[in-house]
């Protein structure tokens, strides 16, 4: 049986919805074109949708679903990366994440976006069943609009799925 989301965390502070990691891409992330590969920025969205998860829940997270990553341009070595990660949806053991990439020159050139995404991660026990998470409840328009955004998201994945699973008639 799950364990109830922990009343102490009832009031948990803004903070807790989001991140940013910051940190230059460095040359090892580099792929054959000469600009960082794709599998690092998608290591880098896990990475900072976890630690928001985590924040959110107090508990440990493992990914079930990343998708709709679009990447809008290249990241350069040696460029400043902000990966920043909030929650805009809250099932009752699910956390659904959205991410924005931004880079640019350190030197001053201003950071634009590269890649965004929305991540599904669910909160697990010790023994890992899934345990309940406080409710994130939307505040503002841009909020409510994120959250909706998350819920078609989801409704989508869930018609495809039945699609895919429907016997062959």
Known sequence: MPTPPDPERADLPAANREIT??????P??????GKVHGGAVMKWIDQAGYAC????????????????IRFLRPILIGHLVEVAARV??????????????????????GLSETTNC???FVAVSSTGGPVPVHP????T???IALQNFAIRQMELRQAME????????
């Open 21 to 26: 990691l910051r940190f230059l891409a460095e």
């Open 28 to 33: 090892s992330e580099v792929n054959f074109g």
């Open 53 to 68: 998860a985590v924040g959110w829940s107090g508990h440990y997270c493992v990914t079930v679903y990343a998708g709709g």
């Open 88 to 109: 805009i949806h809250t099932g009752r053991t699910s956390l659904h994440i959205a991410i924005q990439v931004r880079a640019g020159d350190p030197r001053g050139g």
């Open 118 to 120: 929305t991540i599904v």
């Open 136 to 139: 994130w409840k939307p505040v």
């Open 141 to 143: 328009a841009a909020d």
């Open 162 to 169: 039945r699609e895919l699973t429907a016997p062959a008639g």
